[in-house]
């Protein structure tokens, strides 16, 4: 209300019934002046607000759809193989090859039909965990990496994601990688996994302290699955001529 000039001997003498008057029609009249202006304004709030409203029911709708075509590929990708324990007359595949060429196949759906969307996304660090399950290291890392490139310490595939990556590498040869991608898992909310890797590959490479260091997560870690695995490899450590074969990761 800048344009309202008021003075002082206004305010002195308020409690004469003109001047209240005269102070109280310069503010009417600059409240008329601007009324269409000031309307204007809210009318543009509400347009911004239904904007934004339709905009997130929208991100919404995409998303559950996106969800949906995800679901999808995902039962593609947990459908039987042939000969193998299932519920009577379900659909299988008759390979492991065959479900896995179909499954990639469904998850790049996702990604091309829903872009941009967190589905799209899990899209990706499933065609990646396929590719390295099926022993295709070459293909899994470009995924994974892009995935983990995208995706927030927060997520919750980041750690399965790091350890699917490692076994890349290390099917590769690529230990050093490897190492770097089983380190990250600790930070994605896994320490036990992290160690546990860490501490296989060190027998893989057959350097000194891994049975130390298995020993160590079977000690720290007790009641993870991760202690078991520990102990079994400290087992048969002595027999082991050649480097421990690295298990896929599950897909969640």
């Known amino acids: 209300m800048a344009d309202v000039k008021v003075t002082g001997k206004d305010l002195k003498q308020l409690r004469r019934p003109d001047e ?20 204007i304004g809210l009318g543009a709030a509400a347009g911004v607000a239904v904007i934004a409203w339709g905009a997130a029911a929208w991100r919404s709708h995409r998303e ?12 593609v990708a947990a459908r039987p193989i042939a000969g193998e324990a299932g519920q009577p007359g379900a659909e299988t595949f008759p390979s492991k090859a065959e479900r896995a060429k179909a499954a990639i196949a469904s998850f ?8 941009g969307s967190m589905a799209a996304q899990t899209a990706l660090f499933q065609i990646g965990l396929v590719k390295q399950q099926s022993g295709d290291a070459a293909g899994a890392v470009p995924h994974l990496e892009e995935f983990l490139k995208g995706a927030g310490k927060d997520n919750p595939v980041r750690a399965t994601a790091l350890e699917a990556l490692g076994y890349a590498h290390e099917k590769a040869g690529k230990l050093d990688a490897a190492r770097a991608a089983y380190g990250q898992i600790k930070d994605a909310g896994s320490p036990a996994r992290a160690a546990y ?36 490899l400290l087992e048969v450590a002595p027999l082991m001529a050649t480097s421990a074969p690295a298990p896929a990761p599950k897909g969640k």
């Open 20 to 39: 209240f008057q005269l102070v109280a029609g310069k503010v009417m009249e600059w409240l008329l002046a601007r009324q269409r202006p000031i309307l």
């Open 108 to 115: 790049e759906k996702v990604r091309a039909g829903h872009s």
């Open 197 to 232: 890797q860490l501490a296989r590959l060190a027998l893989a490479e057959k350097r000194p302290e891994a049975k130390d260091l298995l020993a160590a997560v079977a000690k720290e870690f007790p009641k993870e699955p991760v202690a078991m695995e520990a102990n079994l």
């Open 64 to 75: 559950a759809k996106a969800g949906e075509a995800l679901s999808a590929a995902l039962q």
